[in-house]
């Protein structure tokens, strides 16, 4: 739980800086242009004797010269340097910021104490403080040392100009007013992108959750659809899977033709092996044989269902000849290499299979069961003549 707070709270710095820097690029472009506009008007307004700011401009013209090079130095660095926020200068970035807002306010100050009879009281002073207050999110002591300072200099520059409080009460008390709700501005702004970031925090959380319980859901219901479409026996697909993929090749048919394979397995005396040794024993000769198809199926390509009781169906696609042939003879060879002993059987002394297999060019829909219906001959055929061994109908025997 504190691990999670942690991190939630450097998100959250990371989050406001950035946002911060974002905000100084927008502020700083605006200050830019306008102190850019403004200084060659008032050096225009010092050619008119009448006006009496000549002197006034020349009083201040450093602290202009200095906020006109400050901005242009950060407008630098934002757009022709590409400062960004990264892993590494998170702090640099905060310092960055925290000298920004208190220079800012700091030559603000000056120039508004030394300007006061060009500018309404404290013109720009009051400009940045509020849009520091209002666009950039800061900590209290983010605000509260630049106000602290810049606030110095205007009650001594006050002071040192007029003397008696009598005499400027008007700005005092505008000060009194001003620094408070800046203050109060700024710590609202900041406690509603606070809240407002726990907020999307947790509608993010909730929706990584709602994500994460769709994709078990998903993950669940395909395992349900999988057992559906499986033998719980032998891991081999069942009658169901068969079916569905009976109707693919059926519809793939009517696209363009396809060589059909069809193989089918039959276990040898198998009642009479169930008999003798039950019917568990039997179950246990049904998933090691199933294990074998799975391999040679993986092995080749191949969809291998269980069609029933101790019968076994491969069915392949674009498959040569021989390589069909070789897997009748590898199913063959792997079950007489299980050994599993079968005393009762009237064909070996261990478990053997019979397989029968057929391959066919598929034109029309119903040309499938033709298929399917001679590697099923097939099968009769060998169990009829002798057993153990397979028997293998061609394209060539079709011709």
Sequence with gaps: MENNVE?????????????????????????????????????????????????????????????????????YLFHFRKIHLNTLNNKKMKFFINFYISFSLILAALISIKDQSIY??????????????????LKAK???????????????????????????????????????????????????FEKNFYRQLEILEERNYTRSLTAKLKEVNNQLELQTLVDPLTNLYNRRAYNEYLQKLQDQTLQSPILLSVIM??????????????????????????????????QFHCFTTRWGGEEFILLLTDVPEQQVEKICQKIKDG????????????????????????????????????????????????KKHGRNNYEYRSPTQFQ
């Design 120 to 137: 309404n009281p404290f013109l720009i002073y009051t400009l940045i403080l509020f849009t520091c207050s209002s666009f950039l999110v």
């Design 265 to 298: 397995i039959d276990v040898d005396c198998f009642k009479l092996y169930n008999d003798t040794y039950g019917h568990m024993e039997g179950d246990n000769v049904l998933i090691k044989i199933g294990m074998l198809l799975n391999n040679i199926s993986e």
């Design 335 to 382: 079950v007489s290499n299980l050994n599993i002993h079968h005393g009762s059987s009237t064909i070996a002394s261990t478990v053997s299979v019979s397989i029968g297999a057929c391959t066919k060019r598929i034109y029309k829909q119903e040309e499938i069961t033709h298929c399917i219906n001679e590697a099923d001959a097939a099968l009769y055929f060998i």
């Design 142 to 192: 983010q605000l509260l040392i630049p106000l602290i300072i810049s606030s110095f200099i205007l009650i001594v520059g006050l002071y040192g100009d007029n003397g008696e409080f009598s005499d400027s009460y008007l700005q005092w008390v505008y000060i009194a007013i001003l620094l408070p709700t800046a203050f109060y501005l700024s710590r609202s702004y900041y406690l509603s």
């Design 7 to 75: 991190y939630e709270t450097k998100v959250l710095e990371v989050e406001i800086v950035k946002h911060n820097l974002q905000k100084m690029r927008l502020l700083n472009k605006i200050y830019t242009i306008v102190i850019i506009t403004i200084v060659p008007i008032i050096y225009f307004l010092t050619f008119f004797p009448s006006l009496r700011i000549q002197k006034l401009f020349i009083e201040s013209k450093v602290e202009y010269v200095l906020l006109l090079i400050f901005h242009l130095v950060i407008f």
